[in-house]
């Protein structure tokens, strides 16, 4: 059963936000304890968004037969996954607590927007939303994890939204065709897969852009070898993807790409180091 739950969690995504929450804590030199306590509060919110939203789903899963979610084979209960699904999200807000009110609140909004997606917005063109919000407050959990605890600089929440846009309009396009079955219809289905991978290639490259800018206060010549590199590979994977959904049929590799324009720009996100806190 805990071998059902876990890959009921969306693994990948779970593990990759919480690096990614570990590694901004790390460029913003948090403490060991803040640190362990900001990725552990992050990753139980992670499981609990992953199951919340497998749990919800599990009927239309079984209408379309599909056989990779846990649930939907009967491998968990219901019961069970919601059980999980809300322990984890109180473990989240728990192990928030001791890192400030501040903290707290901003993970409690940012779980509150994600938990939308899967409850309601997922259906609707409104569906993109939770996920700029949740995104956008991303680098502020951990410089409000601080001793001296305040939100992140306002270019961090840009990028930080143009990541969470992208992952949205990506991350359903494998999806499509059966979710539109099932009565799904979110803003990535009404524009199309090929629209959907050139906003969000173009919304990385906001991104990136905000981040070369923002992190060196508008004099982009002091900007960092590393920057400038992945500032550079954003560019160049997300310019390739557009091209290659305008000339080409939507395919899993354009998903793949990506998906890595978005890593690099989280990458080039954490290489900024504390000017995140700015």
Do not use: C
Not at 145 to 157: E, G, I, L
Not at 159 to 171: D, F, I, K, P, R
Request: aromatic content about 6%; hydrophobic content about 60%.
């Amino acid at each position: 059963m805990i071998r059902a739950l876990w890959g009921s969690t969306h693994p990948g995504p779970t593990l990759v936000v919480s690096a990614l929450a570990l590694a901004i804590g790390i460029a913003v030199g948090l403490e060991p304890w803040r640190l362990v306590l900001l990725t552990l509060a992050v990753f139980s919110g992670q499981l609990s968004i992953g199951l919340s939203n497998d749990v919800i789903d599990a009927p239309r899963d079984r209408a379309v037969g599909r056989a990779d979610k846990p649930i939907a084979r009967g491998d968990v209960s219901e019961r069970v996954a919601w059980g999980a699904a809300i322990g984890t999200v109180v473990v989240a807000l728990v192990l928030s607590a001791p890192l400030g009110f501040g903290m707290l609140a901003a993970h409690a909004v940012f779980l509150a927007s994600a938990w939308s997606y899967n409850v309601a917005l997922k259906a609707t063109p409104f569906s993109i939303l939770p996920f700029i919000v949740s995104f956008g407050i991303f680098p502020s959990l951990a410089t409000l994890a601080s001793p001296d605890p305040h939100v992140a600089a306002p270019w961090a929440w840009i990028a930080g939204a143009a990541l969470g846009a992208a992952v949205h309009l990506t991350n359903v396009l494998p999806d499509l065709d059966e979710d539109l079955r099932t009565g799904v219809r979110g803003l990535p289905h009404r524009v199309g897969a090929r629209s959907s991978a050139v906003i969000a290639a173009a919304g990385i490259v906001v991104g990136a852009v905000a981040v070369l800018i923002g992190s060196t206060r508008g004099d982009v010549a002091t900007a960092s070898l590393l920057s400038w590199i992945f500032f550079g590979a954003v560019v160049v994977v997300a310019v390739a993807t557009a091209v290659l959904a305008l000339v080409r049929p939507p395919t899993r590799a354009l998903f793949r790409l990506v998906m890595l324009a978005a890593l690099l720009l989280a990458a080039q996100l954490v290489a900024t180091g504390g000017a995140i806190a700015a």
